[in-house]
């Protein structure tokens, strides 16, 4: 990206800017996740907030998270248009000039920080602004265009949900939210690596150095499966460590048995054609439904635990 690419963007000069197109610049889909984790960690932890409290205390994380998927997009509409799967984003399909992009990400970002200290706590408005920050400066502007460990050391941006949501009932961090934070951290690898197998083209014509463009289908498919394995001890030590029930122990267990299998299918089909990775596709739409039915298994286990 040069430096006439970040401040003249004749073709978008005089737009009026669609809320809808603001709206896409959040990333509502991966929101989503993001914000179903951090209410997780909030309601696992051993206080209630008010309703009150809490909603803002997730609102905030939600504005947080369209803030980094924000500026992530400012940074990368370079990227962007040169992959079919974010081609139609608002930057890079011209409907949006940059100016308005980053105001509206800065602005974003500092209000659901300073939302976040007043309505809980510092240190959940801290580990707020370390995870924006984390995710462009780190993963979008350090990691994503210089190694193929980006997915490795940039997935601690997308972990610190339920830290937050712990953190703004609490004002701490304790052993719980830590292992919540390890689960999505070595998650990230086998979710966006099984995703970049079968649209390895995309990152390649971007110039994205992932893992299958720089070290080849055969080496990607063995880390998905070697870094399930991590993943799955993170997933069940809470229960072994008392701190959950035998509802998030044994959901642990079966889930990520489930991932496992099909992390090895992964791992045992050798085709190059992205219409034959059916085990590809397949881990990655269930790596999603993992994430979401374990962390709900969480919340059933530790509401029961302590009492509701």
Known sequence: MTSADLTNPPATEGLTTDWRDLLALTKPRVMTLVVFTGLCGMLAAPVRLPLVLGFTAILCIALGAGAAAALNQWYESDLDAKMKRTAARPLPAGRMDRQTALHFAVGLGAFSVLLMGLATNALAAGILALSILF??????????RRTAQNIVIGGAAGAFPPLIGWAAATGDVTLLPVLLFAIIFLWTPPHFWALSLFIKS???AAGVPMLPVTAGLKTTRRHVALYTLPMIVAAVA????GLTGAIYGVSAVVLSALFLVLALRVLANDATDPAAMRPEKNLFAYSIVYLFALFGALVADRLLLIGG
Do not use: M
């Open 135 to 144: 995710y462009v400066l780190v993963y979008t502007v350090w990691l994503k």
């Open 202 to 204: 995309d990152y390649a």
């Open 238 to 241: 809470p229960w072994p460590l």
